[in-house]
């Protein structure tokens, strides 16, 4: 569970909820079936009308993934570091070939496997940088199609509160005639469409799409760190130097440290 997305979750409902009780003593005025049908069913409509079934489900798939706890941390760069300069170590002692046994140990990475298999291959640090940097921004496009989605459901969900407002607002002033005492009750319930899609595209669809954003970028990061590191390797640097050169790509609070870290 990513605590830190639950509890803002929660946090927002929360205020408000509270806000709503402090205001009120009418609360079930804020409910309405119809009003989420029509948000809801609308934007989740249009979404498929505009957008491939398929990357519909996963971006719906990815807004619940935000609860999941990412395992992409800052510890996790540093930790990079330390792999790739003992690889470096091992090359130097044995040959880029004895890291055949290390590809075996990343087989569920997918950029790292293939990143030691480019190693393995024997190309240069150019080519192998090219080839990385392609996968890199390729797998980054392709991770953003759900946020990306998201975000526009987070457009659509506003505009389909709004249309069913104007419904609810035409309904209502057709029936105005026959008893004027309903106005404002029938307003109440028309604006509710509104204030559904404002909360659905404001506390789910864009923090949820922010975040995957967020946590895409951390991960295109974490690929060009490797990148940079497995073309040294290619190129046959020491590992001070890797370390170096890796750093460079980190916060000061996360740089990895050989005399230290190798030895813990």
């Not at 540093?78 to 300069?85: A, D, L, Q, T, Y």
């Not at 569920?108 to 393995?120: K, T, Y």
Request: overall charge neutral; charged content about 20%.
């Amino acid at each position: 569970m990513s605590w830190n997305s639950f509890f803002g979750f929660i946090a927002a409902i929360g205020l408000f909820i509270g806000a709503i009780a402090i205001s009120t003593d009418n609360f079930l005025i804020f409910l309405s079936f119809e009003s989420l049908l029509m948000v809801i069913g609308g934007t989740l409509a249009a979404t498929f009308l505009g957008q491939e079934a398929r990357y519909v489900v996963l971006a719906l798939k990815g807004a619940l993934s935000i609860f999941k706890p990412y395992k992409m941390g800052r510890g996790i760069l540093n930790e990079e570091v330390k792999r790739v300069i003992s690889w470096g170590y091992l090359a130097q002692q044995k040959g880029i070939v004895a890291l055949d046994g290390e590809a075996k140990k990343v087989e569920g990475d997918e950029f790292l496997a293939f990143a030691v298999e480019q190693l393995l291959s024997g190309y240069s640090g150019d080519e192998i940088r090219e080839n990385l940097s392609l996968v890199a921004e390729t797998t980054f496009e392709r991770n953003m199609v759900p946020a990306n989605i998201l975000r526009s459901m987070g457009g659509t969900a506003p505009a389909f509160g709004m249309i069913g407002t104007l419904v609810g607002l035409i309904i209502m002033l057709d029936d105005m005639g026959s008893d004027p005492t309903q106005l404002g009750k029938g307003l109440a319930v028309a604006l509710n469409t509104t204030l559904y899609g404002v909360i659905f595209a404001r506390m789910m669809f864009i923090p949820a799409a922010n975040k995957l954003t967020q946590r895409n970028q951390i991960l295109r990061f974490r690929h060009e760190l490797i990148a940079e590191g497995i073309c040294m390797l290619a190129d046959r640097k020491n590992p001070r130097y890797i370390q170096d050169r890796m750093n460079s790509f980190l916060d000061p609070a996360i740089r990895f440290d050989i005399d230290r870290q190798m030895k813990s």
